[in-house]
């Protein structure tokens, strides 16, 4: 399967020097903890480039008046427990008032099958766009997962980013398989999966990385 264009892969120079820096498995957790925050914000950045703006009320500058912007869309963060919390405070910093609708969903290690352990989606959607948030897609099946569970919540494919790093091409070809109706943004795609289903060269194991927990 060809990757579609639904899979928007950054270009920005510092998205990949960031991503040069995360990938080096000696960084202390502070500095991974910054460099995906950094890089929560620049995908972010780039995955809200179509959120549409309306009118808003009449605002005064400093030296006159003028017609003030607002998001017409209700955002929400869908962050995939544990990693996703590593872009929390990121998409907060371009959403402030958006809620956060954590989701837990860990991988079985023989398997690699996704096993939901808990869901704080509220029991009527209350957003217009979701970014899920979750800094790998290897083998698909945790992402796949995830959005089956935002469907059958409520949501539609159209109302659905899928905002990761790095994800495996078989991964993101999973993915656009079950679900071709979501847009995916990551900063690279690395080729290879090994036989514990990680990513290489990757990024390791995210939410160890993130949390200190090696």
């Not at 510092?14 to 000696?26: D, F, G, M, P, T």
């Not at 914000?41 to 912007?69: F, M, R």
């Not at 079985?108 to 790998?136: G, M, T």
Request: charged share 20%; hydrophobic share 35%.
């Amino acid at each position: 399967m060809t990757l579609t264009e639904a899979v928007h892969v950054s270009k920005h120079p510092i998205v990949a020097y960031k991503l040069s820096q995360l990938r080096e498995k000696n960084q202390k957790p502070k500095v991974v903890r910054e460099l995906t925050h950094d890089l929560s914000l620049l995908l972010g950045y780039e995955a809200s480039s179509d959120i549409t703006l309306v009118k808003g009320q009449q605002a005064t500058s400093q030296y006159g008046n003028y017609q003030s912007s607002e998001i017409r869309e209700r955002v929400g963060l869908v962050p995939v427990l544990r990693s996703g919390l590593g872009f929390v405070d990121g998409f907060l910093n371009l959403f402030p008032d958006a809620p956060v609708l954590h989701l837990g969903i860990y991988r079985e290690k023989v398997s690699h099958q996704p096993v939901e352990y808990y869901n704080k989606l509220p029991d009527v959607p209350n957003v217009d766009v979701c970014y899920v948030l979750d800094p790998v897609i290897a083998t698909g099946n945790t992402a796949v997962a995830t959005i089956n569970m935002l469907k059958e919540w409520g949501v539609t494919g159209s109302q659905i980013k899928f905002v990761a790093i790095v994800g495996s091409n078989q991964g993101l070809e999973q993915l656009q398989a079950e679900h071709p109706d979501i847009n995916i943004y990551v900063a690279a795609i690395d080729e290879t999966l090994d036989t514990n289903g990680y990513i290489n060269p990757g990024i390791g194991d995210s939410g160890d990385r993130l949390w200190n927990t090696v």
